[in-house]
């Protein structure tokens, strides 16, 4: 292992040129953040310039940086201590991977923070992150909860006919519970409650958007064309699709047998990019929604909340 490599990795990443025991948080925030998102490592003996400066009593320091973990960390993380040798030099790294038992909070100066990884920074959470972190813990998602609606109090018309189109079979009310869609009672989860005809969760909404130029500023006019949708997920995208379709170019050829579809956007690529938006965004974060922007030259869709644990690849 090269320690010079190591350190340009900021997101998976921290160093300490040594051990503040003093200022336990200084570097137990990125503990926490790192058990909070995809793991990552702290080295110490190196420098903010990136320097290799190295450790007196390396065993010495691991000893005690095992000892603040436990008792300034809750739940406590499953760490390792590694003593590494580089240029005649001894350095330790501390490894901390990815938590099971989410939020890790670091306990101390009369606070109980847990804090995230964003880039290259170690962030306290806040209120949609913990909410995050405590399904994460508990392994349930946002769409397994179970909703405050009934399945007898909306209707499914829009689920259904898609359901046959596509499997050639009428979707029974046993199918909703199969599919996690509602439990024994009838009460909807949050996955059910989206695909409602008219869903009751009223941040499920769609805003699009056909942008005069290169950019939302053009300084001619603003916009050629812009939609507000809302409702079950099924009509977003149909709306979506509809929406891109009818702001896009379609070019096609002629061939011997017919002829070939040369679209701006290919059909397939744009029902993807879609699908990804609607279904993968974060419904914890309300009063949020998907954007379709398209312009002379592409076309974005914006998806409320972010990379996993603030990753940005």
């Not at 809750?74 to 038992?101: C, M, N, T």
């Not at 009223?202 to 053009?218: N, Q």
Request: aromatic residues 8%; glycine residues 8%.
């Amino acid at each position: 292992m090269n320690i010079k490599k190591l350190i340009g990795e900021a997101t998976e990443y921290d160093k300490k040129v040594a051990l503040e025991e003093k200022r336990p948080k200084s570097w137990l925030k990125s503990v926490s953040a790192f058990s909070n998102g995809i793991g990552g490592a702290i080295i110490f003996g190196v420098s903010d310039d990136e320097q290799l400066i190295g450790l007196e009593n390396a065993k010495l320091i691991a000893e005690k940086i095992s000892e603040i973990v436990k008792m300034r960390l809750d739940p406590i993380p499953q760490v390792s201590l590694e003593i590494h040798q580089e240029d005649g030099k001894d350095f330790v790294i501390l490894r901390i991977p990815a938590g099971d038992e989410t939020p890790y909070y670091y306990v101390g100066d009369g606070t109980r923070t847990a804090f995230i990884r964003v880039g290259n920074e170690s962030i306290p959470a806040v209120a949609a992150d913990l909410r995050r972190l405590v399904l994460r813990g508990t392994g349930k998602t946002y769409d397994s909860l179970p909703s405050p609606y009934q399945y007898k109090d909306l209707s499914f018309t829009r689920l259904r006919s898609v359901y046959r189109l596509r499997t050639g079979q009428d979707m029974e009310e046993a199918d909703f519970v199969s599919f996690g869609l509602m439990d024994e009672t009838g009460t909807l989860t949050n996955a059910g409650a989206l695909l409602a005809d008219d869903s009751p969760i009223r941040h499920s909404r769609l805003f699009c958007t056909r942008w005069y130029g290169l950019d939302k500023a053009s300084g001619v006019m603003e916009a050629l064309d812009d939609k507000e949708y809302s409702g079950s997920l099924v009509s977003l995208l149909q709306y979506g699709e509809d929406f891109i379709k009818n702001n896009t170019k379609k070019r096609w050829k002629k061939t011997p047998d017919g002829r070939v579809e040369m679209p701006d956007i290919p059909e397939r690529a744009a029902l993807e990019c879609l699908v990804n938006g609607l279904i993968h965004r974060d419904y914890l974060e309300t009063g949020s929604e998907v954007h379709i922007d398209i312009y002379d030259d592409r076309m974005e869709i914006y998806s409320p909340g972010g990379m996993y644990a603030g990753t940005f690849v």
